[in-house]
């Protein structure tokens, strides 16, 4: 009787500790989960489309979410948004891909100039002058009804081809 009563017992420890396990393997995996993941990556919103200039770069702001681990920062980003005439559109990401300086669009020289090396690019992102080694970087978008939604991402600066980070 007693080693009936202690084989129940144990089984029933046994038993208790398979479903314990069972259920703390995904509880500890969402606890420490993000701590592991980096994203970088966000879609958002950088406004109409029906008001941009055909063939003039405009400066746009998206507000893109990170998370990095269990920490969730907010950060604005001006991307630079082309509208050719063809109806086609061209988002470029901020920086020289140089160095990474932020550049402008000259309208009386209708080039984008960067003000740390002199790196030139024209109207659809090509090289003119100076030291970047590669084109502008586009970045992804869609368009949902009027609105016009990049997935901004950050590019290694110094290196001969777009590279994420
Ligand atoms: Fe733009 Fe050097 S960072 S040319």
Redesign the pocket.
């Known amino acids: 009787m007693t080693t009936r009563r202690r084989f129940l017992g144990r089984l029933t420890g046994l038993i208790a500790a398979v479903i314990g396990t069972i259920l703390a393997v995904p509880a500890v995996g969402y606890l420490i989960g993000p701590s592991w993941r980096r994203v970088s990556a966000t879609r958002a919103s950088a406004g109409t489309i029906a008001d941009l200039p055909v063939d003039q770069p405009v400066q746009r702001e998206v507000v893109i979410e990170t998370h990095d681990g269990w920490l969730k920062d907010q950060n604005t980003k001006g991307v630079w948004v082309v509208k050719r005439s063809t109806g086609e559109i061209n988002v470029y990401n901020p920086h020289?891909?140089?160095?990474?300086?932020a550049?402008k669009w000259s309208r009386d020289e209708q080039r984008f100039l960067?003000p740390?090396?002199?790196?030139v690019y024209d109207l659809n992102g090509r090289v003119l002058a100076?030291?970047?080694p590669r084109p502008l970087d586009t970045m992804e978008h869609t368009i949902d009804g009027d609105r016009l939604i990049v997935t901004y991402v950050d590019f290694k600066?110094g290196a001969s081809k777009k590279i994420p980070i």
């Open positions: 020289c891909t140089h160095l990474g300086c550049y960067c740390c090396h002199g790196g100076g030291p970047p600066s």
